[in-house]
């Protein structure tokens, strides 16, 4: 018996975490991930946009072939000689507790293009990174739908070229 069946038979409603999954299972209620937002690991750290320093963009995929992380390659490449203030780093073989401590020191955070968000993207916002990802126009209507918010905190990159164009202007205009 699969999970559907069972949790019809049981009279239970299937929970998923991110609205994407809305598309495979009509049937389920969207439940946001959390996280912990007055544990200070999670909260913005002071300081962090001050200007000086290098400009470190991250990202911290869980899968890097599902997670655009060739593509963030190619554009830290091509980025690098205009913005020689940047680096950029791909965040892999950290304990999490690890992750969150550099992400929280980083200035731009790229989660994937794949059309939703991750758990990086809700971290690096509560951190207050700003925070580059692909959200397609139905995640974006259910995210409003559901938080009443006529604007979203992410900056939109669904394809390599708007990555590049989007951090270089994020590196651009640091404000």
């Known amino acids: 018996e699969d999970y559907r069946a069972k949790y019809k038979r049981l009279g239970r409603r299937v929970i998923v975490s991110t609205p994407d999954l809305l598309h495979k299972l009509p049937e389920s209620t969207w439940v946001p991930n959390?996280?912990?937002?007055?544990?200070?690991?999670?909260?913005?750290r002071p300081g962090n946009h001050s200007?000086?320093?290098p400009v470190r963009v991250v990202q911290a995929p869980t899968r890097k072939f599902d997670k655009h992380t060739a593509e963030f390659r190619s554009v830290a490449k091509e980025?690098?000689?205009?913005?020689?203030?940047?680096?950029?780093?791909?965040?892999?073989?950290?304990?999490?507790?690890?992750?969150?401590?550099?992400?929280?020191?980083?200035?731009?955070?790229?989660?994937?293009?794949?059309g939703h968000?991750?758990?990086?993207?809700?971290?690096?916002?509560?951190?207050?990174?700003?925070?580059?990802?692909?959200?397609?126009?139905?995640?974006i209507a259910k995210i409003r739908e559901f938080t009443g918010a006529a604007e979203?905190?992410?900056?939109?990159?669904?394809?390599?070229?708007?990555?590049?164009?989007?951090?270089?202007?994020?590196?651009?205009?640091?404000?």
């Open 117 to 139: 968000f991750g758990i990086s993207s809700l971290e690096s916002l509560s951190q207050g990174v700003p925070v580059i990802a692909g959200l397609d126009d139905w995640n």
């Open 51 to 53: 200007g000086t320093g």
């Open 34 to 44: 959390l996280v912990p937002i007055h544990d200070p690991a999670f909260q913005p």
């Open 152 to 175: 979203l905190p992410w900056v939109i990159a669904r394809d390599r070229e708007q990555l590049r164009d989007r951090t270089a202007e994020l590196l651009a205009s640091p404000a």
């Open 79 to 114: 980025l690098a000689p205009r913005f020689p203030q940047a680096e950029f780093h791909v965040l892999e073989m950290m304990a999490y507790r690890e992750v969150l401590a550099f992400k929280r020191r980083s200035h731009v955070v790229f989660d994937h293009m794949n």
